[in-house]
């Protein structure tokens, strides 16, 4: 049995990268399990897809937690452990991981030995996360690393899934997902599938005995205001916000009221990003008169965060 | 309108009242809305809403709100503030609470409740002179649930239940005039994108008694198909093509307070977000736009 996660965000398209690569699996005479988990948050929190493939009935159920192949198509989730990427990762397991980096880089920033294949960001795109049709290009890559999804069924999975796009949508989708397919020619079959798990092996978990206090009324009531400032929504961001102060003409009254998520405080008369809030969503920089607001991508943010920080205080 | 506190851009709030970190999409242009609206509304307010985008505001154990929050059917949050504004009214003349401890009763739902499902509940508010304030961020559609289309769904979108190349085939529904055909206390249309004509009507809204009404248009990068920082410019064109306009009903009468000097072509407007991009492609459905472009320029005729 083959099992896949993805990782990406909401956004991104991996619900739709595991449908695709499901159905390919299902055009190539498997039986396919799909399902993407992700909660009540939106664009830009992490989310998942699971896709199994056997050509046997699938009995195992629910989240993979022993993946042969994980998919990584936004690489700032790593450090996210909600994003759960490193979950189960054996030696047996391959990553991919869209990215700017070499898989050598990545092998020692996370003390591992096993096989990490890059899937490399288009230069020309200025942020990585917002790579146009990623979706497709992570499912062209694996059905070549897996090596039993040809190119036919995952061109026909494509148009089935997206069927009600456009062909305009259909055919850039197609493109990238076959350049990745030749891209990964190198690496073709590396996936390697293993024994479906036997319900003999299976571990009873320890469970928690709650104890449960006397009481007359139970609600889930919330006590007391403001608790939500406790969620890191920051971390969804992929493009962060920086001011250069030195333009900064301190009309806050602008980005503070813009701000659709309240991340801009206004300090005296100069406005300040709340960054473990600003989910990333660029409107202060469209509005900013003197453009003294840039957008730029997380992975390179901190030290421009800091140069930022460094100017408020001068 | 001389006897507002908001005069110029710098008269808005800069420390704002709605907790950060909720869930809400990047550049939602609802929760920019209800931000803006939650400033002017201050504290003292209890929140009651009906099931859509805004729900998770306060999923808990979080909530984004200084106060109370209750939660509804997607139908009956009218109904709710009907039970809400009873309790403190008891309590108030009990004497259990006392004046500075009254709060105001504040609907918040999408469109989907407050032009469909709740619309006999609201309907009946009005008719029991309740005093409450019902906000509606109308998004075009049942964002919540992956944007099928609503009764405030405009002619011609695509959204997923309605895909085909000719996208929605109703029109979207007038509320503001149904609202006000109940001769409510005050009604009135906003958009986040000029928050100082929002900032003056919620102003207005908050000084008057019994049922008074806000929609707020709200671009909704997820349901509309744009790039969230495109939220503000987005609101802006809906405004200065007319397709929004920014009006409201008080006394008797309807004022336009923002009438675009020039309007844009609705083009504009469409050609901005995906749901309209079967309009332009593969070829340009010259009738289709016409169409819409004839219902807006037939709107403004009929404005004095
Ligand atoms: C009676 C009922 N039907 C359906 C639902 C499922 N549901 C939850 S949110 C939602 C969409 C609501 O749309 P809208 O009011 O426009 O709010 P939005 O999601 O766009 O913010 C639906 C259909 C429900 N909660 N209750
Ligand atoms: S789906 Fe639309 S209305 Fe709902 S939270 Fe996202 S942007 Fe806001
Ligand atoms: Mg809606």
Redesign the pocket.
């Known amino acids: 049995m083959y099992r896949i996660r993805f990782h990406g965000r909401g956004g991104q398209g991996m619900k739709t990268a595991g449908r695709i690569l499901g159905t390919a699996f299902f055009n190539e005479g498997y039986e396919v399990q799909d399902a993407p988990r992700y909660g009540a948050e939106r664009r830009g929190a992490p989310i998942f897809s699971y896709v199994r493939a056997d050509k046997k009935p699938i009995d195992e159920r629910g989240i993979i937690t022993n993946p042969d192949l994980i998919i990584v198509a936004d690489d700032s989730l790593v450090n996210i452990p909600a994003a759960g990427v490193m979950q189960g990762l054996n030696e047996h397991a391959v990553l991919l991981i869209n990215s700017r980096e070499t898989a050598e880089t990545w092998q020692n920033r996370l003390g591992t030995k096993i096989n990490i294949i890059v899937l490399p960001v288009n230069s020309s795109v200025p942020n990585p996360a917002e790579m146009p049709f990623i979706g497709a290009a992570c499912v062209g890559a694996a059905a070549r690393l897996l090596g039993v999804v040809g190119q036919s069924a995952l061109v026909d999975a494509i148009h089935e899934e997206l069927q009600d796009q456009g062909p305009d949508i259909i055919k850039a989708n197609c493109d990238r997902a076959l350049e990745a397919f030749e891209y990964m020619a190198l690496y073709e079959n590396c996936v390697q599938q293993r024994q479906a798990a036997s319900a003999l092996d299976y571990q009873q978990p320890e469970w928690i005995r709650p104890v449960f206090e006397k009481a007359r009324i139970a609600a889930p009531t919330i006590h007391a205001g403001l608790t939500s400032v406790q969620v890191k929504t920051g971390l969804w961001r992929t493009l962060c916000p920086i001011i250069e102060y030195d333009r900064c003409n301190r009309c806050w009254w602008i980005c503070s009221s813009a701000c659709p998520h309240n991340a801009i405080n206004v300090d005296g008369s100069t406005p300040v990003i709340d960054y473990d809030h600003c989910v990333g969503c660029m409107v202060c920089v469209a509005q900013c008169p003197p453009h003294a607001i840039s957008a730029i991508p997380e992975a390179e943010a901190d030290s421009e965060i800091k140069k930022s920080m460094q100017q408020l205080a001068h | 309108m001389n006897d507002t506190h908001f005069k110029r851009m710098k008269d808005l709030p800069s420390t704002h009242l709605l907790g950060t970190g909720t869930p809400m999409c990047a550049g939602c242009g609802?929760l920019q809305a209800i931000n803006d609206i939650y400033d002017i509304l201050g504290e003292k307010t209890v929140f009651i809403n009906?099931?859509?985008?805004?729900?998770l505001l306060s999923v808990y154990p979080f909530t984004p709100f200084r106060g109370s929050w209750l939660y509804t059917?997607?139908?009956s949050a009218p109904a709710g503030a009907q039970g809400v504004r009873d309790a403190l009214d008891i309590l108030l003349e009990k004497k259990k609470i006392g004046q500075e401890e009254n709060l105001t009763a504040v609907v918040l739902?999408?469109?989907?409740?407050?032009y469909g499902?709740g619309l006999s509940a609201t309907s009946a508010a009005i008719d029991r002179n309740l005093d409450f304030i019902y906000i509606c961020?109308?998004?075009e559609?049942?964002?919540?649930?992956g944007?099928?289309y609503?009764s405030?769904t405009p002619h011609g979108a695509r959204t997923s239940t309605s895909s085909g190349s000719m996208g929605y085939p109703g029109f979207k529904k007038d509320l503001f005039s149904i609202w006000a055909a109940h001769k409510p206390t005050y009604v009135a249309t906003v958009i986040g994108a000029e928050p100082l004509d929002l900032a003056r009507k919620i102003e207005k809204a908050a000084q008057l008694k019994g049922p008074r009404f806000i929609i707020t248009l709200s671009p909704?990068p997820t349901?509309w198909g744009f790039d969230p920082q495109e939220t503000m410019q987005i609101g802006k064109l809906a405004v200065k093509s007319g397709v929004w306009p920014l009006k409201e009903y008080i006394d008797g009468k309807i004022i336009h307070t923002k009438v675009p000097k020039i309007r844009m072509s609705v083009e504009d407007y469409l050609a901005t977000q995906f749901r309209f991009a079967h309009l332009f492609k593969p070829e340009r459905n010259t009738r289709l736009i016409d169409e819409i472009q004839g219902r807006v320029d037939e709107y403004w005729d009929h404005v004095s």
């Open positions: 609802g009906a099931a859509g985008c805004m729900t059917a997607m139908a739902t999408g469109d989907g409740s407050a499902m961020y109308d998004n559609g049942y964002g919540n649930t944007q099928q609503s405030a909704c349901g």
